[in-house]
């Protein structure tokens, strides 16, 4: 490996931690990130000379954070800003790695920073990818199907409102803590779940976007150990992980549950979904939350040998939990489909029905989708067929527009 190679391999591990640890000092994360590419530009510029340090991510982190302070003590008076900042900035030690414990906490404090309210649900996504997942601009743009330079205008933007908002760079407590916590765990669900079913695009699924929602997952388990929700997000993404492989054909083409060969399934990611589950029914000691009750959905589907053995009545009733915590016409919509499965079609379509009316799911795809798949089970194929024609003209994934169009065609006359 290349001099070269070793930073770009060592920054984009080590980037979140580094800009965590700067924007400690410099309270500021568009300057934090900034100032992080200067050390690696400086890695690049003296690694080939000096060689790679035997620890490099340390490197990094100490010319960093000399940066950040050099740029503190020109920017500020002596006296405001070592009061604002304390004596730690006179003693700065020799480069060598901060305590991991240290750095934890700058990193969890970046993770709440950057999934702030102050943001839109775009801005938040992007900049987590960025700060976080260490993903680039173009990275994002094309996991996102966004042209590269509405992207990093987003990013842009994204650092300027925390910095106008004046956004404190620190873990929240009590109730705001809360809150933010929900921001942060509705930031990394919806970047899985852009990998997992892309809304737009020729690919139905974009794993490495799982994979990022997957790790920042697991770092943010392992640093807040007593939230219940952070495990339970966590269950739910290692269990809904396992089936990717499954998912798709030998083309890309998509494989529905009913139809996937459950062997492809990854058991280890299954059994790491339990574990987590079961950490989060220990730290809730209550009823389990939201993402904790659709982690259990997962898992009465994982535990299911085959389609046919699933407990379709228990997932009912766990959908039936998960609506009277967090009602949403999705969660309904959902809960029809198992109660369809548990009780016969006729029930779940009369419950789909109810939803025709719900504007949120006005141009939803699902919707129709979900009825063509109740109606054909009725025998009504020539509703069904309508249905799913109507669905494959709302979706903006290719692949999933082909998967409707020939459920159509299978409800046709003469269809196979």
């Given amino acids: 490996m290349t001099a070269a190679s070793a930073v770009e391999a060592v ?134 199907l966004a042209t590269e330079p509405t992207v990093a205008q987003r990013i842009v933007r994204a650092k300027r409102a925390l910095a106008k908002a004046g956004v404190p760079f620190e873990v929240p407590y009590g109730s705001e803590r809360a809150e933010r916590l929900s921001s942060v765990l509705e930031v990394i669900y919806l970047v899985f779940n852009e990998g997992y079913s892309a809304t737009a695009g020729d690919d139905w699924q974009r794993p490495a976007l799982c994979e990022d929602a997957l790790r920042l997952g697991r770092v943010l388990a392992g640093l807040m150990p007593q939230e219940p929700e952070v495990h339970g997000l966590v269950a739910l993404l290692e269990i809904q992980a396992s089936r990717t492989a499954a998912r798709t054909g030998p083309d890309g083409e998509p494989v529905l549950l009913a139809d996937q060969n459950r062997s492809r399934w990854n058991q280890m990611l299954i059994r790491r979904g339990f574990a987590a589950l079961a950490r989060a029914n220990a730290a809730a000691g209550g009823p389990p939350g939201p993402y904790a009750l659709q982690a259990a959905i997962a898992a009465c589907h994982a535990q299911a040998v085959r389609y046919e053995e699933t407990d379709w009545p228990t997932i009912a009733v766990l959908y039936g939990r998960l609506a009277a915590l967090t009602p949403s016409p999705v969660v309904e919509l959902n809960r029809a489909v198992a109660v369809s499965m548990a009780e016969g079609p006729k029930a779940g379509l009369a419950m789909v029905d109810e939803l025709a009316a719900e504007p949120a799911l006005k141009d939803y795809h699902l919707l129709p989708s979900v009825r063509g798949d109740l109606l054909a089970r009725l025998g009504r194929t020539a509703e069904a067929r309508a249905e799913f024609e109507r669905a494959a003209s709302l979706t903006r994934n290719e692949r999933e527009r082909e998967l409707l169009l020939a459920r159509a065609s299978e409800c046709a006359p003469g269809g196979r």
Avoid: N
């Fill in 11 to 144: 920054f984009r591990i080590e980037s979140a931690r580094i800009i965590a640890g700067v924007a400690r000092i410099v309270r500021d994360v568009g300057i934090a990130e900034e100032i992080a590419q200067d050390a690696l530009v400086a890695a690049l510029e003296q690694w080939p000379q000096s060689g790679v340090p035997d620890r490099p991510g340390a490197w990094l982190m100490a010319t960093a954070k000399h940066r950040a302070i050099d740029l503190v003590r020109r920017k500020e008076t002596y006296a405001r800003k070592l009061a604002e900042v304390g004596r730690a900035l006179e003693d700065v030690p020799p480069p060598v790695p901060a305590d991991a414990e240290d750095i934890d906490d700058d990193l969890l404090r970046l993770i709440f920073t950057a999934c702030h309210q102050v943001l839109s649900t775009d801005a938040r996504i992007a900049l987590t990818l960025r700060l976080l997942g260490g993903l680039t601009t173009e990275e994002i743009a094309r996991a996102f």
